[in-house]
């Protein structure tokens, strides 16, 4: 995939494992703000000493996931994995809400509407951060880390959350760095 792998989209649902995937597209909020969404995310998930790999997409947002084992998970387990996602979102909201950075967002979203959003199809929610739930569905996919997004042409390459303020495509995300940085594993959680 480092090498070859363009637009390379693997299934959530293996044979052994269901990857949880949670695909944070930024819209119409700059990446800076993006980003700060995505840390008040991955923040909630230390807290919890959840075990996450955080890609960018390769295009306007991240990618948060991991894996569980298929036997582990209760009968319906995506929607199991949309209600972890709905979980996230409206923690990350009520955060953000509460935060010194709320004013900042409503520069870019119309007041009233929330900072972050599940549903994709809600038309009075289009400028907000997409916690996209609708992906997580049975044969669903999502870009593999190192895959090139062949619209934007970046490289979905794993941050370390540590260092995601730093973070910038046109620096960190070309296919010359994707080429330099270390294999990644899929954490698994219980």
Known sequence: ???????????LEGKDNLWFALDIDV??????????????TTG????????YLLTFSGGNGFHIRWAFRRHSLPEQKWQFLRDIIRSLQEETEERLQASAQRRAFYKHIPRGDPITELNSMDLRA???????????RPEATIRAPF???????WVAVPVAP????AFLPRTDATMATAMR??????????
Do not use: C, M, W
């Open 1 to 11: 995939v480092r090498q070859h792998g363009y637009e390379f989209f693997p299934h």
């Open 27 to 40: 819209r119409a909020v700059p990446l800076a703000l993006g980003k700060k969404v995505v840390r008040e």
């Open 44 to 51: 909630i998930l230390d807290e919890r000493r959840v075990r």
């Open 126 to 136: 289009q400028h907000s951060v997409l916690f996209d739930a609708l992906i997580v």
């Open 147 to 153: 895959s090139l997004h062949t619209k934007h042409r």
């Open 162 to 165: 540590r260092r995601l303020a």
């Open 181 to 190: 940085a270390r294999s990644v594993r899929l954490p698994l959680n219980p």
